[in-house]
């Protein structure tokens, strides 16, 4: 009955190369989005999308691109990495329509890039 | 730019030892602030939302306040179960309510 989930867990990969990283919802919200938390524990927005639709993009390199197939599901992918990508990447969610604005998170995937 | 700042960065207390953890902010126009508990490898986990200044809200050893300024998390007997990263974030009027921002948050260890 997981909330958030989000795959992989851990992801270690050599500069240079393209992954992706895969996030989904079964809360039935309608707004998803990206995070990033660095080695000091800053947790700073990325991306976010609603119904599909991209709605923040935080000065992100275009080397990330977000992709939404469904309100369910946001996926990262990132190209040609970087050392300084090396970072814990959140999924969150949250539901405009209730008039309430917390966000749920997700687990997280742990980004090593050598 | 809408700026958190959260003080101590990182409180040590014994059990049963009552303490206040602050997040002072400044945001042009506050929607709403956040207040997230983040256990290591884990995703930060929703605690409370206040709205407006004088509210207050409860969770078992957990009560947030929230002034025009600042917002206290105050932590009453706490258990070494209570050991965790406290987030707290705000959400402005004018950026839309998609958009969170974190302070880098306190570091709280209770030891039995």
């Known amino acids: 009955d997981t909330a958030v989930s989000q795959t992989p867990k851990y992801l270690v990969t050599q500069m240079g190369n393209d992954k992706s990283i895969k996030c989904e919802q079964n809360?039935?919200?309608?707004?998803m989005y990206w995070y990033k938390q660095d080695s000091k524990k800053f947790l700073k927005i990325m991306f976010s999308?609603?119904?599909?639709?991209?709605?923040i993009n935080e000065t992100v390199p275009n080397r990330f691109s977000p992709k939404s197939p469904d309100k369910a599901h946001l996926n990262l992918h990132i190209n040609s990495l970087e050392l300084g990508d090396s970072a814990v990447y959140f999924c969150?969610?949250?539901?405009?329509?209730?008039?309430?604005?917390?966000?749920?998170f997700g687990p997280g995937t742990r980004l090593t890039v050598t | 730019e809408d700026q958190v700042t959260q003080s101590p960065e990182a409180l040590r207390l014994q059990e049963g030892e009552s303490s206040s953890l602050n997040c002072s902010y400044t945001?042009?126009?506050?929607?709403?602030l956040f207040w997230y508990r983040q256990d290591p490898g884990k995703g930060p986990e929703f605690l409370f939302t206040?709205?407006?200044a004088g509210e207050e809200k409860e969770k078992e050893r957990l009560k947030a306040t929230l002034t025009k300024k600042e917002s206290f998390l105050h932590i009453t007997a706490p258990k070494p179960e209570d050991s965790a990263t406290y987030l707290c974030?705000?959400?402005?009027?004018?950026?839309?309510?998609?958009?969170?921002?974190f302070g880098t948050g306190t570091r709280l260890l209770v030891s039995p």
């Open positions: 969150a969610s949250s539901q405009e329509s209730r008039g309430t604005y917390e966000q749920y």
């Open positions: 809360l039935g919200h309608d707004t």
């Open positions: 999308y609603n119904n599909k639709e991209l709605i």
């Open positions: 945001v042009s126009g506050l929607r709403g």
């Open positions: 206040l709205y407006s």
């Open positions: 974030a705000v959400q402005a009027m004018n950026t839309g309510f998609q958009k969170l921002v």
